[in-house]
């Protein structure tokens, strides 16, 4: 598992343009570019072998014992599949917006920061990293994480942090009025934590976009529109 470090021997003076990935209970994942992934069906089948699990548990027989074992082998299996998915569809999302860096949130704390997250959500974000992490260096593509404090709570626009910025999925800045899904403006704060701290890195950091589903946003917080060649929107 890789963490942006400020001294990281590896960074080098490249242009870059990065995807940013906010990870949450109903949508497991959501980017920069405003792409949502529902969890809804990860969530219904959860549900279903909890309470599969749960009855077994009642019986409390050998034979229920291996059978709640059985369950757990079923689910991770559905599971895995669901979550390659979504590692494959991050990556090419990554790849078709020209990003070299997927950012995510650091993990070590997902448990704190996201709640309402049962251990099966924790457990999916952590194997959706992997993935990530894994599948992505075939596209030449690096998945890094980052410090999650407040991104949230900050207004992706203006960079106003408050907590009542926020209210469950609705985000409304309070001193600029900016609206959003609040997962997504919290996707563009992830990516642009990392632009921050490769500004911040020793070697004066390359420049960074975050990349959005139209344009970027470079590291002063400024929005470029995306370039127009032949008439053509390049975004
Ligand atoms: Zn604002």
Request: aromatic residues 10%; proline residues 3%; contains cysteine.
């Amino acid at each position: 598992m890789r963490k942006v470090e400020a001294d990281d021997p590896e960074l080098d003076t490249e242009h870059r343009t990065v995807l940013g990935v906010d990870f949450g209970v109903n949508n497991i994942a959501v980017t920069s570019t405003g792409t949502f992934w529902s969890a809804d069906e990860f969530n219904h089948w959860r549900r279903e072998y909890e309470k599969r699990r749960g009855s077994l548990q009642q019986r409390g027989t050998r034979a229920a014992h291996e059978a709640i074992e059985g369950v757990g082998r079923k689910e991770y299996g559905r599971f895995e599949i669901y979550l390659h998915g979504v590692a494959n569809e991050l990556i090419e999302e990554a790849v078709e917006y020209g990003c070299s860096h997927i950012v995510f949130e650091d993990l070590t704390y997902i448990r704190e920061n996201i709640p309402q997250a049962t251990w099966q959500h924790v457990w999916a974000f952590r194997r959706l990293y992997e993935y990530v992490e894994y599948k992505a260096a075939e596209h030449g593509v690096e998945a890094v994480q980052v410090p999650p404090n407040h991104t949230s709570q900050r207004c992706s626009t203006c960079g106003c942090t408050h907590e009542d910025n926020r209210e469950g999925e609705h985000f409304e800045c309070l001193k600029c009025g900016y609206q959003n899904h609040a997962d997504y403006n919290a996707a563009k704060n992830i990516g642009f934590r990392y632009l921050r701290r490769r500004q911040n890195a020793a070697d004066g950091g390359a420049p960074v976009d975050v990349r959005l589903n139209r344009g970027t946003l470079n590291v002063s917080g400024e929005y470029v529109p995306p370039a127009i060649t032949n008439g053509v929107r390049k975004a």
